[in-house]
């Protein structure tokens, strides 16, 4: 059980880390109009995936947690579309390519879980 809970947790941290990752790469981007009303998008998407998923560690049934999952899922997806569409600095291009990759693999990971569950 004290293993279970620690995988919970590194993904917690994983999903804090993407969002804060997220956040730092808005700081940098080029003033746009585009590049502000998609990086506000960003950072909310990428905040509501990490704090869904702590909240479905916390649920009080399975269908709240499966509830909190699949929403992670779709923040973690719509991250990925906020990822496609700002346009970064050329030296950050290399961060936004791997927060695209980090955007899938958090969703593929919250779509096993919620498969897991039924």
Do not use: H
Request: overall charge positive; aromatic content about 8%; proline content about 2%.
């Amino acid at each position: 059980m004290a293993e279970n809970r620690e995988k919970q947790y590194d993904l917690e941290e994983r999903t804090f880390i993407f969002a804060k990752r997220c956040k730092d790469l808005v700081r940098k981007l080029p003033k746009s109009t585009s590049n502000f009303e998609y990086g506000k998008q960003l950072i909310r998407s990428s905040g509501s995936q990490a704090a869904n998923y702590i909240e479905a560690n916390e649920a009080l049934s399975k269908r709240d947690f499966l509830m909190r999952i699949k929403i992670s899922r779709k923040e973690a997806k719509e991250s990925g579309l906020w990822l496609r569409l700002i346009d970064v600095l050329p030296e950050d291009i290399s961060e936004q390519k791997s927060l695209m990759q980090e955007s899938k693999e958090l969703s593929k990971i919250f779509g096993a879980i919620v498969e897991k569950c039924k």
